[in-house]
């Protein structure tokens, strides 16, 4: 061989590497992300899953309040038993867009007269990397026409009297900026104790 064979033999095997370890370097990252992604995904759908079941059980409250006491585009306060101990605490669920998180604050009522005060709220994530934007809101709220009035459903300003119905929508997405398409996770919550007492 001569020298010249040799140097185009040894840059044709340096771009073989070179191609080769570039590949199995967007491979990895491909399979990382999807994983994170994949483990993302299945938090919040278990998130979803477990705020659903919550809400189903929404109550009266100890000092005698309404069940509902508030309702936005992002935020949801009811009164229910969140740790099954036969007490009903006040459950503020909400999105945090700054830090695009879901979550739960729990306040525990105190005794002698019952009252729930907002100082001794307990806030946990329930869910990270949630995206929602403005024209994507977490809650929206039907009354106990729908399905069959799809005019007036979803409730566009919601009163807690009226809301028989709640749907939650997560977007989730690990990398907003890089990833692809946002996933859209949704359920709804039937508030089957109001339906009872109506």
Do not use: C
């Not at 064979?5 to 590497?17: D, K, N, Q, S």
């Not at 979803?48 to 069940?67: E, F, H, M, V």
């Not at 100082?119 to 729908?146: G, L």
């Amino acid at each position: 061989m001569t020298l010249v064979e040799t140097l185009v033999a040894v840059m044709i095997f340096i771009l073989g590497i070179g191609g080769f370890t570039m590949l199995a370097s967007k491979s990895w990252r491909m399979n990382s992300f999807v994983i994170e992604s994949g483990n993302a995904t299945s938090k919040a759908t278990r998130a979803l899953t477990a705020t659903i079941k919550s809400l189903r059980k929404i109550k009266q409250a100890d000092d005698g309040s309404y069940p509902i006491k508030e309702v936005g585009p992002n935020s949801l306060t009811v009164y229910l038993d969140d740790d099954n101990d036969k007490i009903t605490e006040r459950v503020h669920y909400y999105y945090e867009s700054s830090t695009q998180t879901f979550k739960k604050g729990v306040t525990k009522p105190s005794s002698n007269p019952v009252t729930y005060q907002s100082s001794d709220q307990t806030v946990t994530v329930v869910t990270n990397y949630v995206v929602n934007t403005t024209s994507q809101p977490v809650f929206q709220y039907y009354n106990n026409n729908y399905p069959a009035d799809t005019t007036n459903n979803p409730l566009v300003n919601p009163v807690p009297a009226n809301i028989r119905l709640v749907k939650l929508r997560l977007w989730v997405n690990i990398k907003p900026l890089t990833a692809p398409e946002n996933i859209n996770l949704e359920s709804f919550a039937e508030f089957r104790n109001l339906n009872e007492n109506n």
